[in-house]
């Protein structure tokens, strides 16, 4: 056996480290008590699970204060297809997220305890919402991000965005959304920005019931409120 794997075979049977993924380790401090659990932070754990990985979706809109809701799992988006992804990490409950190379963008860095972790920046971390509603708690906790914090966000950044992402539906929600709300000029994203024709969901994680928006091509299955 390799030496170096023995090693850390050791380490980990004495319980001064633990294996993240096939290579990765952490070390456990002693002051960690009875039950030693690695302290780090599920945000830099979750950089190592995937690469490259952001924090997106609901954990990116509570992490920049855009919803009082505290998800219980961590969502990290990547840009390929992961064959066997953690469902869990020290107790931690993870989502991986995997998206086209063409749709993961939108990414800052930022840092915690001197350590840096990517996420999505405000606008995207809507964008995213609007584009898989079901990593967001639905439609209807986006419409509260945009009503409440509206003023924080870029809205030229956000109808690029919107368009860059490549999906109509994206575009129609947010188009139908501002202008329920009364925000900025939603007219914008019908001038410079192909409609599909048919009508989509306003919330696909929702039965597709309700009325038809003709202006936006919506099927309005869910309420709105600002």
């Known amino acids: 056996m390799d030496?170096?794997?023995?090693?850390?075979?050791?380490?980990?049977?004495?319980?001064?480290?633990?294996?993240?993924?096939?290579?990765?380790?952490?070390?456990?401090?002693?002051s960690s008590g009875e039950e030693p659990n690695p302290q780090i932070h599920e945000f830099l754990l979750a950089m190592e699970l995937v690469t490259p990985a952001t924090i997106a979706y609901w954990t990116a809109l509570n992490h920049h204060g855009m919803t009082e809701q505290i998800p219980r799992t961590v969502f990290v988006a990547t840009n390929h297809p992961v064959r066997h992804p953690p469902k869990a990490v020290f107790g931690i409950p993870f989502k991986i997220v995997a998206l086209r190379p063409a749709r993961f963008f939108g990414i800052i860095n930022e840092w915690i305890d001197d350590?840096?972790?990517?996420?999505?920046?405000?606008?995207?971390?809507?964008?995213?919402?609007?584009?898989?509603p079901r990593y967001m708690g639905g439609v209807g906790?986006?419409?509260?991000?945009?009503?409440?914090?509206?003023?924080?966000?870029?809205?030229?950044r956000l109808l690029h965005y919107a368009a860059k992402i490549g999906n109509s539906a994206v575009v129609k929600r947010l188009g139908f959304l501002m202008e329920s709300l009364g925000l900025g000029d939603p007219e914008v994203l019908r001038r410079e920005i192909p409609l599909s024709s048919g009508f989509s969901p306003l919330d696909p994680s929702l039965p597709k019931r309700g009325r038809y928006n003709r202006h936006w091509r919506l099927l309005i299955n869910s309420e709105v409120d600002g």
């Open 141 to 156: 906790e986006i419409a509260k991000a945009l009503a409440t914090h509206w003023r924080g966000l870029d809205e030229t």
């Open 115 to 132: 350590r840096p972790f990517k996420i999505t920046d405000k606008e995207k971390t809507i964008i995213d919402g609007l584009d898989l």
């Open 3 to 30: 030496p170096t794997r023995q090693f850390l075979e050791r380490l980990q049977r004495k319980g001064w480290i633990r294996r993240i993924k096939r290579g990765v380790y952490v070390l456990i401090p002693l």
